[in-house]
Each structure stands twice: as structure tokens, then as C-alpha cells.
């Protein structure tokens, strides 16, 4: 009898461990579903690359990757779809992990969703997306998304450049509302917060403006690589190359960059003009040119790179005493920078290579309308 009365306290026991652990398990699992539901997508595209941000429904990062960078208004089709794509495979593997293990495939079952469909909400910042004076895009919100007034009913009122993007977004997340901004916005979101400030963009390609805590104000329209661009990368291997062609550079810098890279002038014409990216061949080029900035014709082209920014854009907005940086050309070169700078009594005060790991934080602790919580 007292050995029978042992067996039952003992599987007593065990069937009360083993109710706990079914409700710890349940518990856990009813914790990621709901992180897993209303996720969040962040990316933010440049020429070169796209940084992307997979938040899950309490605002927490899941993961972090990279792809192709596009810019819409000069990335073919094809290869904004094959980015597209990349991406959504990367948030699948990235969500896979958002609780340090693989999302068991019943829980995906059970909640009758797939990890694309539980990505509820985009933002996409990225080059070549026009901020209007004011942040506001014509006949529409800043984001681009309020009702077309040619279609009151309904729909989204996208300008042209943006609907292919917007179309191979809304195939691979079917579920998510997508929202577009200009690179602007997301460094200025990524540098001042909620604080208003001067930003410039230093990468391969150039940018900046004014930003009163909540939009863009102002924008000295940059021009792109052929019109505009001073300060980028992009721009400071223009100049370099337009010397070396022309027989300008020091002989022993000319002689140093044709061991480096075996151009002529035709393989010149062929980088710059034979490419599907002419902005980044050149950009590509900053790396060796910072590292021949100890010649002073090298080091001449840098500071007259920069001067031109400050005095054909950040000097133009009457307030630029003080001024915060992002980008990878911009973190590379900010010696320099700072001391040319200092030429119009400009103080370059925050340097940042890109605005992705501020910009996750400002999501996280914002709703979808941009409003803190």
C-alpha cells in the first residue's frame, strides 16, 4: 500500500510537471506569434547598397542584412525585382530567428500565415525618391500614399518612378502597407531624432537639407553625379579621373594609379561610360584617392570636392554653423572635411556611415504615422 501510494504521489507529480511544461511551452509560444505578427520592414537604399531592419511586433530588432543598393531613378526593373527578392528571402531567414531558434512550421500553420505575410508595415527610404518643399509630395501625403484625386475611391497615388519598386514590394509582401521617403528623411530621422538640424549625406552620391524635428523643409537639389553631387565620392573620383586623362596629376600619382588599376584612356572610357553604374565606378575609386591625399594635388582635389558642397548647398541655408554627417565617404574623409569646414565656420558634429541603427530605434519607439508612443 505505501508503495502504491508513492507511485501515485510520483505520477502525481510528473503529470503536474508535465502540465507546466505544456503551459510554459504554450506561453512561449503564444509570445512568438505575437512578435512574430505586425512585423515591421526598414530599408534604407543608396546607389551602392541597401541596408535593411526586420522589427518584430514589440519594436525589437530581428535582424539586420544587406543587399543591392537601388536608386529609382535610374535602377533598371529587373534588377529593383531581383533586390526585391533577395530581400524577401532574407527577411525569412532573419524572422526565422527573431527567438533564437526556428520558428516551429505549425506555429506558421496554426496562425494560417507565412513569415512574408506576418511583415504588416514598410518603409522605404532611398536615393533618387524626391522630398518636396515641405516634405510633402504634390497631390499626395509625404508618404505617397493618400487617395489619388483622379481616383477618390481609392488606390494609391504613387508618382511614376516609384510603382514598379511599390509593385515588387507589395508581390513579395503581400500583407504590408509600404510607406516611401527620400535618403533624406532617413538621415535625418537617423541624426537629429526629433531635434532640428542641418544634414548632409556623404556617400556615393551627395545630399543634404534642413529638418525641423518632424519633415524637410529645405533642399538644395543635388543634380546627381553629371549636374551636382560636390562632396561625394562619386564627384571626388570624377575629378581625379578628368585629371589622369588629361595628364594633370603628379607623374609619380598617375604612375602609381595606372600600377594600381592598368587604365589607359580607353579603359577609362570603358569604366566610366561602358558600365551599368557610372556613379559608383567613380565612387569606387575615393578609397585609393584618400590614400593619396599626402600629394598635395591629390589632397587640392579632396578640399575643393568638399568646398564646393559647402558653398553650393550647406552655406546656402543661412544656419549651417553646425551640421551632421552620414555616410561611408563622408566618416572616411572627416578630417579633412572638418578642417574645410572650419574655413566657413562649420562644425561637422556627428559622423555616422550610414542611419540604419538610429532609424531602427526611431521606428521601434514610433507608430506607423511617425508618431512616439
Known amino acids: 500500500m505505501a508503495a502504491r501510494g508513492l507511485v501515485t504521489a510520483i505520477a502525481s507529480k510528473l503529470a503536474l510537471h508535465s502540465a507546466s511544461d505544456y503551459i510554459c511551452s504554450f506561453l512561449e509560444r503564444l509570445q512568438m506569434m505575437r512578435v512574430m505578427r505586425d512585423m515591421k520592414l526598414i530599408m534604407e537604399s543608396g546607389a551602392t547598397k541597401t541596408d535593411c531592419c526586420l522589427l518584430d511586433g514589440a519594436g525589437e530588432i530581428c535582424s539586420r542584412f544587406t543587399v543591392s543598393g537601388i536608386n529609382v531613378a535610374v535602377t533598371s526593373p529587373e534588377t529593383i525585382s531581383a533586390t526585391v527578392s533577395e530581400a524577401a528571402s532574407l527577411v525569412e531567414h532573419g524572422a526565422s530567428g527573431c527567438m533564437g531558434e526556428q520558428m516551429p512550421e505549425d506555429m506558421c500553420r496554426h496562425a494560417g500565415t507565412s513569415v512574408r505575410n506576418s511583415v504588416s508595415e514598410i518603409v522605404f527610404y532611398g536615393a533618387g525618391i524626391v522630398e518636396t518643399q515641405g516634405g510633402a509630395y504634390p497631390g499626395s501625403v509625404e508618404t505617397h500614399r493618400d487617395v489619388c484625386p483622379a481616383n477618390p475611391g481609392g488606390g494609391q497615388c504613387l508618382p511614376e518612378y516609384i510603382r514598379h519598386l511599390d509593385g515588387a514590394l507589395g508581390a513579395a509582401f503581400p500583407e504590408a502597407g509600404r510607406e516611401y521617403h527620400s535618403d533624406l528623411m532617413a538621415a535625418a530621422r537617423g541624426l537629429c531624432g526629433s531635434s532640428p ?80 553604374s557610372p556613379s559608383r565606378a567613380l565612387a569606387s575609386l575615393a578609397p585609393y584617392i584618400l590614400g593619396m591625399s599626402a600629394d598635395e594635388h591629390v589632397y587640392g582635389l579632396v578640399r575643393s570636392n568638399f568646398r564646393n558642397f559647402i558653398t553650393r548647398s550647406l552655406l546656402r541655408y543661412g544656419c549651417a554653423d ?42 521601434g519607439a514610433t507608430g506607423s504615422s511617425g508618431v512616439r508612443e
Open 322 to 363: 553646425e551640421v551632421r554627417v552620414t555616410g561611408s565617404f563622408g566618416v572616411a574623409a572627416r578630417d579633412i572635411l572638418c578642417r574645410v569646414g572650419s574655413e566657413y565656420g562649420i562644425r561637422f558634429s556627428c559622423f555616422l556611415p550610414g542611419p540604419m541603427e538610429a532609424l531602427a530605434r526611431w521606428h
Open 197 to 276: 538640424g542641418i544634414v548632409a549625406i556623404l556617400g556615393t552620391g551627395s545630399n543634404s537639407c534642413r529638418y525641423d524635428g518632424e519633415k524637410v523643409v529645405e533642399n538644395i537639389r543635388p543634380g546627381g553625379f553629371i549636374l551636382g553631387d560636390e562632396g561625394s565620392a562619386a564627384a571626388l573620383g570624377k575629378m581625379f579621373l578628368a585629371d589622369y586623362v588629361k595628364g594633370l596629376l603628379p607623374a609619380g600619382v598617375s604612375a602609381d594609379f595606372y600600377r594600381q588599376y592598368s587604365l589607359d584612356y580607353a579603359g577609362v572610357v570603358r569604366l566610366v561610360y561602358g558600365g551599368g
